[in-house]
């Protein structure tokens, strides 16, 4: 059970928003496993495998007439043209940024505008947080570091022990989800601890 939960953390990706080499921005798929959901930017969605990921983003594509080269899901034709058109656009499904009919601007803006349910929150603190909670007239503080959870301390002393021997901790989606929903809610209270 605990390898298979391992192997699927490893496995989540998401999509990051580059700079495209040609112009404007391109997408590519990144890995948990090589490098940290909670302090990357720019990045969108959290799947389970490449398999999904690439499904949303084609979905995405067609559903917004995006290019599927600018978006990196298409490589451009060998031997024709610099400006040969993608797939999409043969199909009426693209707008034509591949052959200089759309600007990269406006593309970009689009693309930005279909991203925007996926987009994973950045860290909105500094540093490590701790996360109080009383419970029973107990006192607990629950440390949190760019959305991974540290663990749980009494007081303020025991937090700083902790944070001196803790590891570095990985990006777990069922964490996000939760402490995303929990750290918008008013009446948390949350006190900085770096």
């Not at 084609?58 to 034709?77: F, I, T, V, Y």
């Not at 034509?96 to 996926?118: M, N, T």
């Not at 929990?182 to 009446?187: M, P, R, Y």
């Amino acid at each position: 059970m605990h390898n298979q939960r391992l192997r699927r953390e490893q496995d989540l990706c998401a999509w990051q928003l580059q700079d495209s080499p040609k112009a404007g921005k391109t997408m590519v798929l990144k890995y948990a496993a090589d490098i940290d959901f909670g302090r990357a930017s720019n990045l969108y969605g959290t799947f389970t495998s490449q398999r999904q990921a690439l499904e949303t983003l084609r979905n995405l594509a067609d559903a917004h007439q995006l290019c599927l080269l600018q978006l990196g899901l298409e490589k451009p034709a060998h031997g024709k043209a610099p400006a040969s058109p993608c797939f999409a656009y043969q199909l009426k499904k693209c707008r034509g940024v591949c052959i200089g009919k759309e600007a990269f601007l406006q593309h970009d803006l689009r693309l930005l505008q279909a991203l925007a349910k996926l987009k994973l929150q950045s860290w909105p603190y500094h540093g490590t947080i701790a996360i109080k909670e009383t419970h029973n007239q107990r006192e607990e503080l629950h440390l949190v570091d760019h959305w991974c959870y540290l663990g749980t301390a009494k007081d303020e002393s025991e937090a700083e022990q902790m944070l001196q021997q803790a590891k570095s901790a990985v990006f777990d989606l069922d964490t996000y989800k939760i402490l995303k929903k929990h750290l918008n809610g008013k009446s948390v209270e949350v006190i900085p601890l770096s």
